[in-house]
Nanobody
């Protein structure tokens, strides 16, 4: 089992920045990728950014390319999402996600609200 705990959400003005953190615990050795998804009211959950641990490749949603960066601190079992130039349309609940060969795990989510 893998447990994920997100933090760092909040209220920010348009153009501002936030950094989300996701700490993984449990069977972390089994994780092969981690990422961030978001879900706005009335919309489907969508991929924001993802990192594959073997090789370190990353991929981003087109809407956040150049503004968001996903990174990892191995020593702290933590994945970050640095968000810059935030827009009101970035407002959503952001979920941390971890994948193993057999299962996908989710955090509880953290709210990000961008005011115009």
């Amino acid at each position: 089992q893998v447990q994920l705990v997100e933090s760092g959400g909040g209220l920010v003005q348009s153009g501002g920045s936030l950094r989300l953190s996701c700490v993984a615990s449990g069977s972390i050795f089994s994780i092969n990728a981690m990422g961030w998804y978001r879900q706005a009211p009335g919309k489907q959950r969508e991929l924001v950014a993802r990192m594959v641990f073997n090789g370190g490749s990353t991929n981003y949603a087109d809407s956040v390319k150049g503004r968001f960066t996903v990174s990892r601190d191995n020593a702290k079992n933590t994945v970050f999402l640095q968000m810059s130039s935030l827009k009101p349309e970035d407002t959503a609940v952001y979920f941390c996600n971890a994948g193993t060969l057999y299962k996908v795990y989710w955090g509880q989510g953290t709210q990000v609200t961008v005011s115009s």
